[in-house]
């Protein structure tokens, strides 16, 4: 999970100034398969992981965030986020935010030592 959130994180900041206008993620944009299925799985995932916040329950929050790692590895493996396409691009980026804030919502995972 480490690893894919730093990969994550690691596009969003080298794609600073677009990541911030990304905005909303539209299901129409998303092309490949490997990013419907992220898409998929990040909805369900959001919804358990804030329920799971808001029963402080922070290891069913951490396992919901988990759960995503084969999908973003999929996602990282299939798609290229920075296409050239600016509306792919910026639906990538607006994924990838969505996954970041749900992140940050459970904690700081720079902080965790692998």
């Known amino acids: 999970m480490l690893e894919a959130m730093g990969r994550v994180g690691n596009i969003l900041r080298s794609a600073s100034g677009e990541a911030g206008a990304a905005g909303e993620v539209r299901a129409e944009l998303l092309a490949d398969s490997a990013e419907q299925a992220l898409w998929q799985q ?67 995972l720079s902080k965790i030592v692998a």
């Open 42 to 108: 990040v909805q369900a995932m959001e919804n358990q992981a804030k329920a799971a916040l808001a029963a402080a329950d922070y290891a069913a929050a951490l396992a919901a965030l988990n759960s995503l790692t084969p999908a973003i590895n999929d996602f990282f493996t299939a798609v290229m986020v920075m296409d050239d396409n600016q509306e792919l691009r910026r639906n990538r980026l607006a994924l990838l935010q969505i996954i970041q804030q749900i992140a940050a919502e459970i904690g700081d």
